[in-house]
């Protein structure tokens, strides 16, 4: 009798893994408490594979030989700890993907940066011609990727949530862009054990694994003897040199892996595409990887400076009389926003606010002196912003939808100036997720 596989949650990692445990044989059923989308109810008609939505039934979920679950249901739910009661084993599907592969995995986490770098890596790989495929937090799942596929290298964006329920699981590549205070309440509010979540991705790493992080990042550093693997440890800063590693001087990248000089990268910053201090991290963690897989200097050059930013992440939409308007909507935490304004050079409205997980907004308070002249609030609560910056700006003016904050933006805004969506903020007030706040956002602005 074939092994039953139960997986908790339907949505593309779910489904992912449906198709690639029906391909495997198992027996597989899968539950959601919510609503299934008509799409992946198709797919699971099409695989002939088990479902329910809006239940979960005790005993068609419980009899499980181990169970996939998806990664936004938190470990305090009834059903996981009914499932630890009977200690049945519980992965993520990437943990159960990566059984089926024998490809090399490059893993990419941290608070910020994630996506962008994972892109940036895929990016160059595929430019260097090697057989690779980028799945994980970021796009469709590994489990599809290796049902449907066969590659030589995956590049993965993994969030702590899916890092949680890896246990077997290795990098060969495993990058730590940096780690600051997010998702503290599916930690107890602890920031400890977050930091401890993110360190995860070195887990099960050998001696010929490689733990690329950010020597900046005083999180990072500070809690480094967290990095359980035995990978070798390959830091980088904009700060000091590190060889071997990658660093910034001169206004010049240097990447050097090991104590041979000769084969030391170079590269310029100006010739970044992305700009910006948080982007010159994300080019230097994918350079240093595409580095370590020998992809050719010329190409990583070339990869770096014709790069296509991902969407909702610092994206341009328009000039419109004299204003650019910019779609940061993935900057859903204090310390993205962050990044956002430091990289404005122009006066900026900006238009902020959602879902406050708690946000400290202490260290926005000089940037926004500096370069923020009115403050556009788009959520349902906003007292916190007010409180937190109306001594600092000209003007703090509440909206409740995406079109009315581009219009009030607009409205007040100046030729020379960007108007900047870089909300700080969960978007679960207002949108389904932050891709739908970043679409309104921009649909409002071509409809100016």
């Known amino acids: 009798m074939s092994q039953r596989i139960v997986i908790l949650g339907c949505g593309e990692s779910g489904v992912g893994a449906a198709m690639l445990a ?179 991705i070195s887990q099960n790493q050998t001696a010929d694994s490689l733990f690329i992080y950010c020597a900046d990042d005083v999180l990072t550093t500070d809690n480094i003897s967290l990095c359980k693997g035995q990978g070798r440890m390959l830091p980088f800063s904009l700060n000091h040199k590190n060889v071997p590693g990658a660093w910034i001087a001169e206004d010049q990248i240097f990447i050097q892996l090991n104590e041979n000089q000769s084969n030391q990268f170079t590269m310029y910053t100006s010739e970044l595409v992305l700009k910006g201090r948080h982007n010159a991290y994300n080019s230097m963690a994918a350079a240093m990887l595409a580095n370590a897989l020998e992809v050719r200097k010329d190409i990583i050059r070339e990869g770096l400076s014709d790069f296509q930013n991902v969407e909702h992440r610092l994206e341009y939409v328009a000039t419109i009389r004299g204003v650019d308007f910019i779609n940061d909507s993935k900057a859903t935490n204090v310390n993205a926003a962050w990044y956002a304004l430091e990289c404005m050079d122009k006066p900026t409205i900006w238009v902020v606010g959602g879902v406050d997980k708690g946000n400290d907004y202490e260290m926005l308070r000089e940037l926004v002196k500096d370069r923020v002249r009115i403050i556009v609030c788009l959520g349902i609560d906003n007292m916190r912003i007010h409180e937190a910056f109306g001594k600092d700006v000209d003007m703090i003016i509440n909206t409740s939808s995406a079109q009315e904050a581009v219009h009030v933006a607009a409205k007040l805004s100046k030729p020379g100036e960007t108007v900047l969506l870089s909300p700080a903020c969960a978007s679960f007030d207002l949108f389904k997720n932050y891709e739908d706040r970043g679409r309104q956002f921009k649909a409002a602005v071509k409809s100016l």
């Open 22 to 200: 029906k391909q495997k044989g198992f027996d597989v059923f899968v539950s959601d408490g919510g609503k299934i989308a008509e799409t992946f109810k198709y797919e699971l008609l099409q695989l002939g594979v088990a479902y329910e939505e809006g239940t979960h039934t005790a005993g068609l979920i419980l009899n499980a030989d181990e169970v996939i679950k998806s990664p936004g249901i938190p470990e305090k739910n009834e059903w996981v700890q009914a499932l630890r009661e009977k200690n049945i084993s519980i992965i993520n599907e990437i943990e159960f993907a990566s059984r089926y592969t024998e490809a090399k995995l490059i893993c990419i986490t941290g608070t910020n940066g994630k996506t962008t770098t994972t892109s940036l890596a895929y990016h160059l790989l595929k430019k260097g011609g090697l057989n690779v495929a980028v799945a994980g937090n970021i796009g469709v799942s590994m489990s599809r990727m290796v049902a449907t596929g066969n590659y030589d290298y995956f590049v993965l964006e993994i969030s702590s949530f899916q890092l949680d329920d890896m246990y077997q699981f290795k990098a060969d590549i495993a990058v730590l862009c940096n780690i600051t205070p997010d998702h503290l309440d599916r930690y107890n509010y602890n920031l400890d054990n977050y930091i401890a979540s993110k360190f995860r």
